[in-house]
């Protein structure tokens, strides 16, 4: 009799099915060097977009931040660009993410709380003094109010002198993922679809080396989508807006090099090498379906380019200095699977928004893979990997089974609109929440390993409680010393071209040097594209 | 008369915090504990909450801010609750609430502050034992 066999641990993927414990050229049949892989830098761009990723130039190390007032927001960027970071990210108040000015119902207790509050055009001015905007690039994320913020920096970038074109960055500008997990909605999805062309159709024209478009995954993954679902949301929604744009005649070469994602690693569903194929997937997917179906000819096209965001959903109030070694494992997963920028979220999230402490220990964990891990020296080193090809190959399939799926139902901008999608994921969350309760789902800390004691309390960052009051003292000082018939006749246009349906970036800069506040300028626009309301989703 | 009651909860998403899975998730779990849940949706003010939970006659209330304003905007919500004499309405808030502010919260008369990873368990425990207790 064979001697019996030891016992082996069942484990099943993401995608639900049953993974073996060792991977062979079985596994890969009909595998073809060119066609699944090629080298970097060439279609289908599975190992990556580029041919040389960071050993020509290191992942943009990136923090999310943004508090209170412009002057404090303008200290922290000032502090983390000492500390050696290599782009800024700016995070915006709840008011400024959805229009409401600062003195404005409803808004008093959110100004400054997220992030920056900004009224008008000179906070926004505030933000950046004595930083150079020729010599760094931003990440926003902000969404419906995105046009506006993309010509407040215009506007900054003229008045210091850098030209337009020149400008670098990216704005997140991805509203319909606003609808299912993060409400920070104003006007119903069409106008809104709309504002999010008018945005790429400008930067194509005038700003051509600035992402105008960071589809998120990321806020999908935090509301219940698992991680191959967020991929999957993320790029049925970008094909919405190419088709926005090129039912305006645009050209699909044009547009699509424009497009960037901002991705989710980590999380409650993080799985290293998992998440790593999903991305190498991803990567083939997006290169075939603008290749096949969109017709795209130029290489730039078809490359997915994309950021990752670190998940706060994976890390734990229990133990919190747990979360640094988490985070740093959501950072190599992101380098292997080719990211070009990394925002990691901070161990004390649970509680605030991160302490200076936190964020530049997420700084350092970044600047530690770099520097002294050497994951960073060769392009795809996993690429070949029996394992990793097999899951790449079912990830991207499985990309595609949901994309179709969604399509059969009316598409992704249906499923919103009647709360489809938004039930799915929040009962996709409980169904994970029961299975940590449950002690089926490991969690460190949590439900295993927990420790009885009482922590030490972390201290975490508070929000100074002078902030609203200072931004409310600026704002009346603004509105006193503007020309008040200039405002409302500027105002006047920007309605009229709205209602005339036209490309609006244009008409707001005359607003917005006129001083009109960003709530101003929406409650102008509300009156021609109207206001969201939601579905009843529970 | 002892006929079993049924615990009425609203839950309430006040401010402008639009991360409202966590909101949902607890709703999924009270009604599968037997509870009657109504949501109230996004951007509520503290008014329109005391008015549903008048109207719908609910034993509790839970609000879920991840935004950093719950201390503000517990005080504005009790103000209400105790202006419109709610007072035997149960009050828990959850989310993103550093351990300070538990008792912050506290003091402006919240029963139960359950944080961001807080049990689902635990809530719905404190629930019925306190809406028990008021019932006793």
Same mark, same amino acid.
């Given at each position: ?13 993401? +995608? ?38 960071? &050993? ?15 002057? %404090? ?10 500390? @050696?970071?290599?782009?800024?990210? +700016? ?6 993410? *959805? ?30 003094? @004595? ?37 670098? /960055? ?21 106008? %809104? ?23 998120? /995954? ?24 190419? &088709? ?18 901002? +991705? ?13 194929? &999903?991305?190498? @997937? ?26 990752? @965001? ?79 090809? =097999? ?5 991207? =399939?499985?990309? /595609? ?10 598409? *992704? ?60 003292? &600026?704002?009346?000082? =603004? ?17 009229? =071209? ?9 008409? +707001? ?9 960003? /709530?101003? *300028? ?17 | ?11 309430? !998403? ?61 005080? #504005? ?28 919260? #506290? ?20 629930? !019925?034992? #306190? ?6």
């Amino acid at each position: 009799m064979a001697k019996k066999e030891t016992e082996v641990r069942p484990v099943v993927s993401i +995608l639900g099915t049953p993974v073996k414990t060792f991977y062979g050229p079985e596994d890969l049949p009909d595998f073809d060097y060119k066609t699944n892989l090629n080298d970097p830098g060439e279609y289908p761009f599975t190992r990556g977009v580029y041919s040389t990723m960071y &050993r020509s130039a290191m992942w943009t190390m990136r923090q999310y931040s943004g508090q209170s007032t412009s002057e %404090s927001t303008n200290e922290r960027f000032k502090y983390l660009l000492k500390n @050696g970071q290599t782009g800024l990210s +700016l995070a915006f108040d709840l008011p400024t993410q *959805i229009g409401l000015d600062s003195d404005m119902p409803l808004a008093e207790d959110d100004v400054g709380k997220l992030g920056v509050a900004v009224d008008t055009l000179d906070d926004f001015e505030r933000i950046y003094d @004595g930083i150079s905007l020729d010599g760094i690039s931003t990440s926003f994320t902000i969404n419906a109010t995105a046009p506006i913020i993309l010509a407040m920096y215009v506007l900054v970038a003229q008045k210091q002198g850098v030209e337009t074109k020149k400008l670098r /960055g990216t704005i997140q500008n991805d509203i319909l993922k606003e609808y299912i997990a993060r409400g920070t909605w104003i006007f119903p999805p069409e106008p %809104s679809i709309k504002l999010v062309g008018d945005l790429v159709e400008y930067c194509n024209k005038e700003m051509p080396r600035f992402n105008a478009i960071s589809v998120s /995954g990321t806020h999908i993954l935090e509301y219940g989508a698992n991680t191959i679902q967020a991929v999957a949301l993320a790029i049925a929604i970008a094909e919405v807006y190419i &088709r926005e744009v090129l039912k305006r005649g645009s050209d699909v070469d044009q547009i699509a090099p424009l497009f960037s994602f901002h +991705l989710p690693i980590g999380g409650r569903n993080f799985n290293f090498l998992e998440d790593i194929a &999903r991305l190498r @997937g991803a990567r083939r997917y997006w290169a075939r379906l603008l290749k096949e179906k969109y017709g795209a000819k130029d290489k730039r096209s078809m490359q997915f380019r994309f950021s990752t @965001g670190g998940m706060g959903g994976g890390l734990t109030a229990e133990q919190p200095l747990n979360n640094i070694a988490r985070a740093a494992y959501y950072a190599m997963a992101a380098v292997f699977a080719g990211t070009r920028s990394l925002n990691l979220a901070c161990f004390d999230e649970v509680y605030a928004i991160p302490s200076d402490l936190a964020i530049r220990t997420s700084l350092r964990v970044q600047q530690i893979l770099a520097n002294e891990t050497g994951v960073a020296d060769v392009v795809d080193p996993l690429g070949g990997s029996y394992y990793v090809e =097999a899951l790449t190959n079912e990830m991207e =399939a499985k990309i /595609g089974e949901i994309i179709a799926k969604i399509d059969s139902e009316g598409g *992704i901008v249906k499923q919103i609109e009647n709360g489809t999608i938004q039930r799915e994921l929040a009962m996709q969350s409980y169904t994970l929440q029961k299975r940590i309760s449950s002690g089926e789902k490991v969690l460190v800390g949590v439900n295993k390993f927990q420790i009885k004691e009482e922590e030490k309390d972390l201290e975490v960052y508070k929000t100074d409680p002078e902030t609203i009051n200072r931004q409310l003292q &600026r704002l009346k000082a =603004a509105k006193a010393n503007r020309d008040e018939g200039k405002v409302q006749d500027t105002l006047k246009q920007l309605a009229a =071209a709205a209602a005339r349906n036209e490309n609006i970036i244009p008409h +707001l800069f005359e607003p917005l040097k006129a001083k009109a506040t960003i /709530g101003e *300028i929406i409650e102008t626009l509300k009156k021609v594209y109207g206001t969201y309301k939601e579905p009843t989703t529970v | 008369m002892n006929t079993k009651k049924i615990i009425r909860v609203l839950i309430a !998403k006040i401010g402008l915090d639009g991360h409202d899975v966590g909101a949902k998730v607890l709703i999924y779990w009270l009604r599968d504990q037997g509870m009657e849940v109504i949501y109230t949706g996004l951007r509520q003010s503290p008014e329109q909450v005391v008015e549903v939970a008048l109207q719908e006659a609910v034993d509790v209330i839970g609000v879920s801010i991840l935004s950093g304003s719950h201390v503000e905007i517990a005080r #504005k919500l009790m103000k209400k609750i105790r202006e419109r004499k709610l007072d035997d309405v149960l009050v828990l808030f959850g989310g993103t609430i550093p351990k300070d502010d538990i008792a912050l919260l #506290k003091n402006e008369g919240v029963q139960g502050v359950f944080p961001s990873h807080s049990k689902l368990e635990d809530i719905s425990t404190f629930i !019925k034992d #306190k809406v028990k207790l008021a019932e006793a």
